[in-house]
């Protein structure tokens, strides 16, 4: 069964989308492949959850799509535009904010 | 875990308001993506049905995948995103086209329409020869 993540998650799925197109488009099993890599399979999520988060962020304009035929199958490869690109940046330094405030406050309720 | 059935999908997702087109696009990325996820199971050894019931498991509920699109407004057509606008628009849009549809219906079903047309106007030559011959055969006695 695939291992469900824990609400706190919310947001995560994006930003880790954004994060691994941003070196190469991709398609959906593909990034779904990637994901447990990059984290090390900390992070599974229900592979069907990836595409409603590919599709808003194609339509609010961060990703782009083409579709390709390899192997017989017709694959929809993601890629990241220049505003996609800006969202990450911006992802990545909330991100960034939140994970310290977070160390800082269990390193404070440890310490206590 | 049961088989998907991306069928049922396309249709549950038209009826949250997804437009058709992107449903279709949808169904067949998630099931392009179910046939990876059944081939990688195959090639690590796992039997067709196992394979399968794998595959289904890693992709998820589908109801929560039907509620996960549902919730992105972003992804509804405009008549869900704005249900009270479309409520005024959709009549006030059938009242101004009703005078037209004479006219769009004609040019839907054109072909049907110019074969029709053909056909009247053979007939109306072959019996305008026929009353000639008559009245020509009366004439000449």
Avoid at chain 2, 115 to 120: D, M
Wanted: charged residues 20%.
């Amino acid at each position: 069964m695939a291992q469900s993540n824990p609400p706190f998650m919310s947001g995560v799925p994006e930003l880790l989308l954004l994060r691994l197109l941003n070196e190469k488009e991709m398609y959906g099993y593909e990034l779904v492949r990637s994901i447990k890599q990059a984290t090390h399979e900390a992070i599974s999520l229900g592979e069907g959850v990836i595409y409603p988060v590919l599709h808003s962020l194609e339509r609010n304009g961060s990703l782009k799509s083409k579709r390709k035929t390899v192997s017989g199958r017709t694959r929809v490869y993601y890629a990241l535009t220049k505003k996609g690109r800006d969202r990450l940046e911006k992802l990545r330094s909330d991100w960034s904010r939140i994970q310290g405030g977070v160390a800082t406050a269990l390193g404070a309720a440890t310490n206590a | 875990m049961r088989e998907p059935d991306f069928n049922a999908l396309a249709t549950r997702l038209i009826e949250s308001g997804i437009s058709p087109r992107h449903a279709r696009r949808t169904v067949n990325e998630l099931r392009d993506h179910y046939d990876d996820l059944v081939d990688a199971a195959v090639d690590n050894g796992a039997n067709s049905k196992a394979a399968r019931l794998h595959a289904a498991n890693e992709l998820g509920p589908m109801d929560e995948f039907v509620g996960q699109m549902a919730s992105r407004r972003e992804l509804k057509t405009w008549a869900f995103r704005y249900p009270q606008v479309a409520i005024v628009v959709y009549p006030i849009a059938c009242l101004a086209v009703l005078p037209a549809m004479p006219v769009l219906v004609g040019f839907a079903k054109r072909s049907a329409l110019m074969r029709w047309g053909a056909s009247l106007l053979a007939a109306g030559l072959v019996t305008a020869v026929l009353l000639l011959t008559m009245q020509l055969s009366i004439i000449l006695g």
